[in-house]
């Protein structure tokens, strides 16, 4: 059995004292993360179990909050001090959203509600949802959520984690070579293309408007920027959710696809200045994820593979060489051997299986 571990965005149905009650413990949540945060970093720790010990009890008598509502934000400020790689400080917190765990947090599937552990108690939540988060919720008993707060919309929302076993993919079927690039972000060895164009398009026009607006640096430029970010970061996955989805349902059950292993990619290549920007846009990572939890979902398997050469070697006579390919086109120096170059590699890609 494999885990697949899916979340569902549920809107919550909330009166007026009830949202002014989230609210509060929002902003005390984030308000306590921002103490721990200057804790960690004049004690130079990431350790959650020394942040706890050095920080539980002072944060709990001033700020109020359940036990379990603390040991999360310690969490979450050791998390994110973690994964900041650079040595500038980590950005301050902000109240759109609070981690929960079992104890802070329940699921009723019988009333479609949930209850909460706030500043004010216990508050009891109906649930405003559609069938699919019905789907993914029935008969799950969730231990982790998000509850999230969107200021623009003034929406409550909670995003549940939920966990399902399904059965270990056969590997009986056919094999399709995914290659993924910046100017076709798919190819598959089974013909499909999916052009990198519009991305292209819509990652350079909300670069010169960063620019702009960076260089203008009010108030309500900022603002504007804090928008952008978010409009194209869901502009890119939901993109990706196409992708993966057509990938997926290309393919029947039993199927394997392959894929490059692709986490070391800028560790062995160097790109010209001006495709920076292309280089760190491009969310090859995400497609994978999204390509690997949909299919596993309908029983079809996805296997990674070394990624070395696979654009330079002929699928016919296996002679590699850097001439192979020139642009687009992929002309075997050796054999003769001709084809479009990203067809090539994801052909190559189910080889290598």
Not at 57 to 84: F, G
Not at 205 to 222: D, H, N, S, V
Request: proline share 3%; hydrophobic share 35%; charged share 25%.
């Amino acid at each position: 059995m494999k885990l697949v571990t899916k979340t569902a965005r549920c809107k919550l149905q909330v009166d007026t004292e009830q949202a002014e009650t989230l609210r509060e413990t929002l902003r005390r949540f984030a308000d306590a993360c921002n103490d721990i945060l200057c804790i960690a970093q004049e004690n130079r720790t990431t350790n959650k179990v020394k942040l706890q010990h050095l920080c539980y009890r002072t944060i709990k008598e001033k700020y109020n909050l359940q036990a379990n509502l603390i040991i999360r934000a310690i969490a979450r400020v050791a998390e994110a001090a973690r994964k900041k790689r650079k040595p500038s400080k980590p950005k301050k917190f902000k109240p759109p959203s609070m981690s929960l765990d079992q104890r802070t947090f329940s699921f009723n599937e019988k009333c479609w509600e949930v209850s909460i552990s706030t500043v004010a108690g216990r508050l009891k939540l109906p649930l405003a949802i559609g069938n699919f988060q019905r789907e993914l919720l029935i008969g799950q008993k969730p231990t982790s959520a998000t509850l999230c707060y969107n200021r623009r919309t003034k929406a409550f929302s909670i995003n549940i984690v939920v966990n399902r076993e399904v059965p270990l993919p056969p590997q009986n079927g056919n094999v399709i070579g995914v290659d993924r690039g910046i100017y076709n972000l798919a190819t598959t060895s089974n013909g499909l293309k999916f052009s990198g164009r519009q991305a292209m398009h819509v990652r350079k026009r909300y670069a010169r408007l960063r620019q702009a607006l960076q260089a203008k640096g009010t108030k309500g430029a900022k603002r504007l920027l804090q928008r952008l970010s978010g409009k194209e970061r869901r502009f890119m996955a939901d993109l990706n959710h196409r992708i993966a989805k057509a990938i997926v349902n290309s393919c029947t059950p039993g199927d394997v696809i392959v894929i490059e292993d692709l986490r070391y990619i800028w560790e062995r290549i160097r790109v010209a200045k001006e495709q920076c920007l292309l280089r760190h846009s491009w969310a090859f990572g995400q497609l994978g994820r999204f390509i690997e939890y949909k299919a596993t979902e309908r029983g079809i398997a996805v296997v990674y593979v070394d990624p070395h050469h696979t654009s330079q070697r002929c699928p016919k006579c296996r002679f590699v060489s850097k001439g192979n390919r020139n642009g687009h086109i992929f002309r075997c120096a050796s054999c003769g051997f001709r084809g479009h170059a990203d067809l090539v590699a994801a052909t190559n890609i189910r080889q290598a299986y």
